[in-house]
């Protein structure tokens, strides 16, 4: 049984840093590209930050670029963001994904299992 669990989400202040973590189990970690999107209300699913299975290449979000890095431990199978700087818009359910698609970054359609999103609220 595949599972993302994510942690260390929670309310900062605008500026503030926070390191959300994602374990995972059951699935061939090193074989999966990783990635981070999340959702605000009323607001679609969007990709944060990814990284690739095979050669650790990162993408991101245009809005998050030179603030969040993505990053992961294939030994501990787990993915971190690091996110610094946090604005009122970066407010949402974060979501770690894992997908198996060839297709990099990962769309939506291209996540093989979700966990259960944290969430991170930014206050001005």
């Known amino acids: 049984q595949v599972q993302l669990v994510e942690s260390g989400g929670g309310l900062v202040q605008a500026g ?4 959300l ?3 995972t189990s059951g699935l061939t970690f090193s074989r999966s590209s990783m990635g981070w999107f999340r959702q605000a209300p009323g607001k679609e699913r969007e990709l944060v930050a990814a990284i690739n299975w095979s050669d650790g290449t990162t993408d991101y979000a245009d809005s998050v670029k030179g603030r969040f890095t993505i990053s992961r431990d294939n030994a501990k199978n787990a993915v971190f963001l690091q996110m610094n700087r946090l604005k009122p818009e970066d407010t949402a359910v974060y979501y770690c994904a894992a997908s198996f698609s060839s297709w990099f970054p990962p769309r939506r359609l291209d996540v093989n299992f979700w966990g259960q999103g944290t969430q991170v609220t930014v206050s001005s």
């Open 16 to 19: 503030a840093s926070l390191r």
């Open 21 to 23: 973590s994602c374990a």
